[in-house]
């Protein structure tokens, strides 16, 4: 099961795991955000970044707009299995998130597939 986390610094630190980096130095995390690379050492964008942004959707306007961005995409729905098991980093969540659409979309598909 995917699920999703904060890979903002003190989030992290909270779980013992002193950067970016680090975390994504793990093989079982995929960073799933913007370019933030100016910002953060080895933030790159990310095939799954979301391309919507909340100041111009609001959150859920976003988040909504990215799954039906995601279920158009044949690319992104036949890559969805890689994310299976994986911990998804973005730096909105707890709060609503498109990892959250990713998790949900890769469910469904994994029980169309039993």
């Not at 913007?34 to 080895?42: E, L, Y």
């Not at 707009?65 to 909105?92: I, N, Q, T, V």
């Amino acid at each position: 099961m995917s699920s999703v986390c904060n890979v903002r610094k003190n989030m992290l630190a909270k779980r013992g795991i002193r950067s970016f980096q680090q975390w994504n130095m793990r093989s079982n995390t995929v960073y799933i955000g913007r370019d933030m690379s100016k910002h953060v050492p080895g933030a790159v964008g990310s095939k799954w970044g979301n391309p919507f942004s909340v100041k111009e959707y609001g959150r859920e306007g976003c988040i909504a707009k990215y799954e039906e961005y995601l279920r158009s995409r044949p690319d992104l729905m036949a890559a969805l299995p890689e994310l299976d098991g994986m911990e998804l980093g973005c730096w909105c969540h707890p709060q609503g998130c498109h990892g959250d659409v990713l998790c949900k979309v890769l469910k469904e598909v994994k029980e169309q597939k039993k």
